[in-house]
């Protein structure tokens, strides 16, 4: 009677190599990981100083565009009283002179202030300068609006020969223009200096009758 042996399945021995290859596949994957973590370290740290870059290129930006930003002063008539109104409306020899108290504005729209020199401001009618008033030398706040009042006495004794000046003072409207220009230096957070000079020219009217000034326009 032949003997049944029992088939055993073919395991194959564990020997030394087989830890050694387990340990070195288990430390090739761990200095795999830790150098993909080292990479996204350096990505990370990239993007942040991509990102700051961006950021102060903005805020640089906004800086220069703002409060770095140099723009011209305004200088405006804008209103006045009078003194000493003295008329005389012939055909023949027309006269007219008076004191006129103006008001002026100055507009500052820059981020630091104005600083300006002694200036005049030039009176004319149809041409023919009829008075000077001066503006001394002074300086306009940070971001505000300064207003002043100058003197100038008028007088329209060179205009005798225009046709037009006994018209208009029988009209009771007189065309006036007044012209300077302001020189001065924009003192920005009191470090940086720049040179601005504004150009006014005003047309206004002389209401003779009610001794006011009206239809002021700025230009």
């Known amino acids: 009677m032949a003997s049944k042996e029992q088939e055993l399945p ?3 021995p564990v020997t030394a190599n087989g830890h050694e290859r387990g ?6 994957a761990a200095f795999h990981d830790a150098r993909q ?22 805020v640089i930006a906004v800086f ?15 209103s006045a009283t009078f003194n000493n109104f003295n008329i005389d409306n012939s055909t023949a020899k027309p006269s007219f002179s008076t004191r006129m108290n103006v008001e002026l504005r100055l507009k500052n729209s820059n981020f630091g202030r104005y600083k300006y020199t002694n200036t005049t401001i030039y009176f004319s009618y149809r041409d023919t300068s009829i ?8 300086y306009a706040k940070w971001k505000s609006s300064k207003r002043f009042v100058v003197v100038a006495d008028l007088d ?27 020189r001065g230096k924009v003192e920005l957070l009191y470090v940086m200096k720049k040179k601005k000079s504004t150009d006014m ?17 700025c230009n």
Request: hydrophobic share 45%; with cysteine; aromatic share 4%.
């Open 201 to 217: 020219k005003c047309s206004m009217e002389i209401l003779t009758g009610s001794q006011q000034l009206g239809n002021i326009v």
């Open 10 to 12: 073919n395991i194959p």
């Open 156 to 182: 329209f004794a060179g205009a005798q020969s225009d046709p037009q000046l006994a018209s208009d003072l029988n009209a009771g409207v007189v065309p006036i223009l007044s012209q300077a220009e302001l």
């Open 64 to 78: 220069s565009l703002t409060i770095m930003k140099i723009r011209t002063p305004k200088l405006s008539v804008r």
């Open 23 to 28: 340990d070195a596949e288990a430390a090739s």
């Open 131 to 138: 008075g000077e008033a001066l503006v001394s030398n002074s």
């Open 37 to 58: 973590q080292r990479r996204k370290k350096r990505q990370k740290c990239l993007l942040y100083v991509v990102l700051f870059i961006i950021f102060q290129s903005a």
